[in-house]
């Protein structure tokens, strides 16, 4: 009986050895038991698991060979340029980028108050947009000299694609959801361009193209602010009926805010005169340091003359106010004191019964959302190539995408419109001798600081003040001379430029670009469908 059962377990176990090796894996004694093994596999399921092994082996592989081709020194340099100079940074550096930051500061902070009235929004909001961008650049920014912040040209689209587009409300207010919509989804478009190299369709938009919606804007922009001078009331913001608007209303034109414009203008313009003037000194001759430090301080007096017409500006109203006289000079009003919040941008726009979804936001923007960031990256790119061949270094497209996208894109958590860089206050950064982005945070610090301190004060600024500084600001952006050089050039090209410039001025900026890009497009592909055979 105890043989038999001796072969019986003897028999048994061979079998399960067998089915262990070719079907079912179960384990033997020598083996240990995997928890979670499968059970009941057949050849094929055997050497399928094989497969998989090795094919997982050569993915695990592939991602890390993956990983660290990416992962690199060389790329994180590339994303972060701020690692590459931070290093090296030294204490009189920091005295530089101190006194450019600070520099820039005074010079955002008027004109942060001045462009939300061109954006048709709260004049907060104007400083708003003007720091977020300053923090981001530091960081990503490959030029030492661009700053990011509110424009002439990225507040006259504002007002065109998102203030002056809003959903028609139960309360007739101005609502803020669209131009931070607009400003969150030109970031991310921006971004996605950058990851995908795309900055090179800029160059299918000619320069005269460009040059040509820059002056239309311009003067958009100045007549727009002519009624601020003015003291008028009620005028159309389309260029034709605005200068129709305008002179029908002259009659109604207030002494007091006419003086304070003209006279503010006259003020900015020679302040600027002192900025860039240039002293034709005798070479062999060295000048005195009692000379050089007047010169340096004529510089500094013309570099800060923004903030110095809107401060003396805003001491008249208030002089004028303690008087008795509050309604002669039409001022900024109330500002909302305090930091923005930091949240993300809303969706949808709620009032009592009414609701406007995204969907319905976003189809009201409509081409603003290809013209905005394409025009974004247009006016950084012109500017940062300019300064960098004037100081003699090279920046990174592809990286001045990213930056700008992100810098949109976090400014749209702080209640910001969309913000690009700027050629006023690129010029005064590298004039005043930045020597790294860091620049920036100071100006974007000295904002928060205005924010938190200053705005009870900036209620008294006459916007007829804010008005000149916009004005002085925008005239050097129209370029007359070019009109002769395109002549002498190639008539084609200035063609596509007077059918910019005017079609920019009587349809509107964001059709006028339209039709000059799809002009470039037109003139750069005929030659290549209708070549001359000769």
């Known amino acids: 009986m105890k043989k038999v059962a001796y072969d019986y377990l003897r028999l048994t176990n061979g079998y ?80 530089a980028d101190l006194i450019a930051g600070l520099t820039v500061g005074l010079t955002v902070i008027p004109q942060g108050l001045a462009y939300a009235q061109v954006a048709n929004l709260p004049p907060q909001y104007g400083l708003y947009s003007a720091f977020m961008g300053c923090f981001v650049y530091c960081f990503l920014g490959t030029s030492k000299d661009i700053t990011l912040g509110p424009t002439a040209i990225m507040s006259l ?27 969150f989804m030109s970031g991310i478009i921006q971004l996605s361009m950058g990851i995908l190299k795309l900055g090179i369709l800029v160059n299918f938009i000619s320069y005269p193209v460009i040059n040509a919606f820059t002056s239309a804007a311009a003067i958009t922009v100045a007549a727009g602010q002519v009624k601020n001078v003015l003291g008028l009331k009620k005028v159309s913001s389309d260029f034709i009926p605005m200068v129709y608007d305008t002179l029908t209303k002259i009659p109604e034109t ?56 809107v401060i003396a500006a805003a001491g008249v109203a208030a002089a004028l106010e303690t008087q008795g006289i509050t309604d002669a000079i039409s001022l900024t009003g109330d500002i909302k004191p305090g930091l923005p919040p930091f949240e993300p941008p809303k969706f949808k726009i709620e009032d009592g019964n009414n609701t406007v979804y995204g969907s319905e936001i976003l189809s009201k923007i409509g081409s603003g959302l290809a013209i905005v960031p394409l025009l974004s990256l247009v006016e950084t790119m012109a500017i940062g190539k300019a300064f960098a061949r004037i100081n003699n ?20 958590f702080v209640s910001s419109y ?16 930045v020597r790294t982005p860091l620049g920036g945070i100071f100006t974007g610090g000295l904002v928060l600081l205005s924010l938190g301190v200053l705005t009870p004060w900036f209620s008294y600024i006459p916007k007829s003040a804010l008005a000149a500084v916009i004005i002085a600001a925008v005239l050097q952006m129209v370029d007359c001379r070019i009109v ?18 005017v079609c920019s001025l009587v349809v509107g900026i964001e059709y006028g670009i339209l039709i000059g890009i799809g002009l470039s497009v037109v003139l750069l592909l005929y030659p290549i469908a209708r070549p001359r055979i000769k």
Not at 270 to 296: E, F, G
Not at 418 to 433: E, L, M, Y
Not at 484 to 501: R, V
């Open 484 to 501: 002769l050089k395109l002549w002498k050039a190639n008539k084609w090209d200035l063609l596509s430029f007077i059918i910019t410039f």
């Open 157 to 183: 689209l504002t007002a065109t694609f998102g203030t002056g587009l809003f959903p028609e409300l139960a309360s007739k207010d101005k609502d803020i959801t669209m131009a931070i919509l607009l400003t």
């Open 16 to 95: 399960i050895r067998f089915l262990h090796m070719y079907t079912l894996k179960f384990p033997t004694k020598d083996e240990p038991v995997h928890s979670g093994e499968r059970r009941g596999r057949t050849d094929s399921d055997v050497e399928g698991g094989d497969f998989e092994k090795s094919d997982w082996v050569v993915v695990k592989e592939q991602v890390t060979q993956c990983c660290s081709q990416t992962f690199t020194w060389q790329n994180v340099q590339g994303t972060f340029p701020i690692v590459r100079w931070l290093p090296k940074y030294r204490c009189g550096t920091l005295q």
């Open 393 to 412: 270094y090279k920046i990174d497209p592809t990286q001045e995408l990213i930056a700008i996208g992100v810098a949109n894109i976090l400014s749209s």
């Open 254 to 309: 207030r002494v007091w805010d006419l003086t304070m414009g003209l006279v503010s203008l006259v003020i900015v313009l020679v302040m600027k005169h002192l900025r860039t003037k240039r002293w034709n000194d005798d070479p062999d001759v060295t000048p005195s340091v009692t000379v050089i430090i007047c010169r340096k301080i004529i510089w500094l007096v013309g570099t800060g003359g923004n903030a110095i017409v």
């Open 418 to 433: 969309p913000v690009t860089g700027s050629f006023t206050r690129t010029a005064v950064n590298s004039q005043t001798g």
